[in-house]
């Protein structure tokens, strides 16, 4: 059994910062990409980034040199540090983990609310 609980959202002023954790328990180890998305409301879920077990990592071109995934495989934790965060980053934030060592999305965490506003 997978289990993936991610932690950190809140409420965040335009400019600010934020840090995601998502904790995975079951058979998720260090050769699993893991990655984080987001869903708007009325809008689909889209990907925001994602890592491979080498730390190789992708962005969305939306938050490319604002965002910073990374991951602590000892820990099972995957992060996604956000800065400069705008209105338009207002999203419930998803982790997702492959069960392959290639890039899919076969978990999901229950995700947490990130919401910037003045």
């Known amino acids: 059994q997978v289990q993936l609980v991610e932690s950190g959202g809140g409420l965040v002023q335009p400019g600010g910062s934020l840090r995601l954790s998502c904790a995975a328990s079951?058979?998720?180890?260090?050769?699993?990409?893991m990655g984080w998305y987001r869903q708007a409301p009325g809008k689909q879920r889209e990907l925001v980034a994602t890592i491979t077990s080498g730390g190789s990592t992708n962005y969305a071109a939306s938050v490319k040199g604002r965002f910073t995934i990374s991951r602590d495989n000892a820990k099972r934790t995957v992060y996604l540090q956000m800065n400069s965060l705008k209105p338009e980053d207002t999203a419930v934030y998803y982790c997702?983990?492959?069960?392959?060592?290639?890039?899919?999305?076969?978990?999901w965490g229950q995700g947490t609310q990130v919401t910037v506003s003045s």
């Open positions: 997702s983990a492959s069960a392959t060592i290639y890039m899919r999305t076969d978990y």
């Open positions: 079951g058979s998720i180890f260090s050769f699993n990409p």
